[in-house]
């Protein structure tokens, strides 16, 4: 592929939302996780707004395990960190997890849900080795628009193989995901709301991809072909390769070929298709480019902040900027100068995304209970109360077949490399459970499907519910003391210790079961294993 030569014009009066001076931000080298406290701290005051107090040990284990690690903590754990005394604690385990293998497959499979969304295919295998490198967002953004089949990185092709046939999708899929604007509005007509976004926008975005085809198991770029749209005038027009900001990247004259030409091309294609090769690259890359330049300048800030405020949303339950694929001009961001200095620091440390993480789940705003005393709930926008997240599918199958293992496997008397293993099987078992359950978005309710499911399916209830020797039912039906098998149970599921009203109406349950401890045991475990407590993220 020859090398890129770009040039860009600025054709529109290029608006960023919420976009201050570097001046007026906090300095560059305050610590992240004060930089989000002092910025919600401001916007919290000026609301006269008392946030909530800060989540017990018990919940910041839990929210902590499952953020970074995709998983509920062992009881274990959670008895471990209750029970320090160490100022650090939650520090030390913040590094502990990120520094896990976990923490690399829990953000191969966020993203892979992310990026993959209703494709059918998945980005996993390649999306994994790109975190247990520490690969920044910018190289990810590359090697997946750039699609190199030949490339170490080839397996991240599959993002444009998946979507090569509609170019209207994937031009919208990349606005979406990379820059964080739903351009599909602005297709049959300028944007009805953001004067910004117009039809050459979109048919701008969509021209990075037009000249993309399939071919056999591989795909191919063209040197020729151009996108052309009607206007809401009738009038025609020839769209060149523009970004958000409005700026066009300048491209090398291509003519179209000859008949004879194209006949040779298709038989050339058609060969290459047969023998299970991919296509030659381009001499010129439309790709490449946007690629290359969708990390310059203005358009830079937009690829910034959409990661920013989609790990935000993902981490607090609601976006500085909300629906967050709507970051124009007009929808301002719920704390501009936060997001603003948030984006630079992903910029001036390489895009990288577990800086990011790590600073915002140190901060005083994620550690805040859900638990809200006063009368009216705040808004969302204020996180003056930690939002209640569905867990994502693969965090709810791990939780489920990791709270039905027998507490012993995972206990102090059993190596870390051990335990460690451990857990990562129990991971690897829960795959086929958690393509039954649906990734969850904004006003997500349980379906009746996975309610039926979790009650009828005798697979699933076997599974959970098993007696072996290693399971947390094969346990509890041991117990002589009905409180301790209670207790056992609530530290395994829940990871917490009961209340006393808890303890009390549970063991009651217990004991009325009679003298079958198996079924009683079976019984307490599923009323734990399908409470909302176990569903949620609190």
């Not at 008895?79 to 923490?103: F, N």
């Not at 098993?466 to 117990?479: E, H, P, Y």
């Not at 009961?498 to 009323?527: H, M, N």
Request: proline share 5%.
């Amino acid at each position: 592929m020859t090398r890129l030569a770009l040039v860009t014009v600025i054709l529109f009066p290029l608006v960023v939302p919420g976009f201050s001076k570097a001046s007026e931000l906090l300095p560059a080298d305050r610590p992240l996780a004060e930089v989000v406290d002092h910025y919600v701290s401001q916007k919290l005051r000026d609301a006269k707004v008392e946030p909530a107090a800060a989540a017990d040990d018990a919940t910041i284990i839990r929210r902590l395990t499952l953020d970074l690690a995709g998983r509920i903590p062992t009881a274990a754990e959670a008895q471990s960190y209750v029970a320090s005394t160490d100022p650090e604690k939650k520090a030390g385990l913040v590094e502990r997890l990120i520094d896990s293998d976990a923490y690399a497959r829990h953000q191969a499979n966020e993203f892979d849900a992310f990026l993959m969304a209703d494709m059918n295919a998945s980005l996993r295998d390649y999306l994994l080795t790109a975190f247990q490198e520490g690969r920044g967002w910018d190289q990810i953004f590359r090697e997946v628009v750039i699609a190199d089949q030949l490339s170490e990185a080839k397996a991240a092709a599959e993002f444009v193989k998946r979507r090569a046939k509609d170019a209207d999708k994937l031009a919208n899929d990349v606005s979406v995901m990379f820059f964080g604007v739903n351009v599909s509005c602005a297709k049959c007509h300028d944007h009805p709301l953001v004067a910004e976004w117009t039809q050459d926008h979109f048919y701008g975005m969509k021209s990075f991809f037009s000249r993309t085809f399939e071919n056999g198991d591989f795909i191919g770029e063209r040197d020729y072909g151009v996108v052309k749209f009607k206007t809401t005038d009738g009038d025609e027009k020839t769209a060149k390769p523009m970004l958000l900001s409005g700026a066009i990247v300048d491209e090398p004259e291509s003519a179209e070929p000859t008949a004879e030409e194209k006949k040779k091309e298709k038989e050339l294609l058609e060969k290459l298709k047969k023998d299970k090769q991919p296509p030659p690259p381009p001499k010129y890359s439309r790709r490449a480019q946007l690629a290359e330049a969708g990390l310059q300048a203005a358009d830079r800030e937009y690829f910034s902040r959409a990661i920013v405020n989609r790990l935000w949303y993902r981490l607090f339950g609601h976006g500085l900027v909300m629906p967050i694929d709507q970051m124009h001009p007009e929808n301002e961001p719920s704390h501009p100068q936060l997001l603003q200095w948030l984006a630079r620091d992903l910029q001036n440390h390489d895009y990288d995304l577990t800086r990011l993480v790590r600073g915002l789940v140190l901060s005083d705003a994620y550690a805040r209970t859900s638990r809200w005393a006063g009368d009216a709930r705040p808004r969302p926008d204020l996180f003056a109360v930690a939002a209640v997240r569905p867990l994502t599918p693969h965090q709810y199958a791990t939780s489920l077949r990791l709270a039905v293992r027998s507490p012993a496997r995972f206990s102090g008397d059993v190596s870390g490399d051990e335990v460690t293993s451990r857990i990562a099987s129990v991971e690897n078992g829960a795959r086929s459970l958690a393509n039954q359950f649906d990734q969850p978005g904004e006003n997500f309710q349980v379906s009746v499907t996975e309610a039926l499911m979790l009650s009828n399916n005798e697979k699933v209830t076997n599974e959970l519910l098993r007696d072996a020797g290693d399971s947390l039912v094969g346990d509890l039906k041991t117990l002589d003391e009905p409180q301790r098998a209670v207790e056992t149970a609530a530290w395994n599921v829940l990871t917490r210790e009961l209340t006393e009203d808890e303890r009390r109406l549970l063991t009651d349950f217990f004991v009325g079961q009679g003298d079958d401890r198996l079924t009683a045991s079976r019984q307490l475990v599923w009323s734990l294993l399908t409470s909302s407590e176990l569903r949620f993220n609190y």
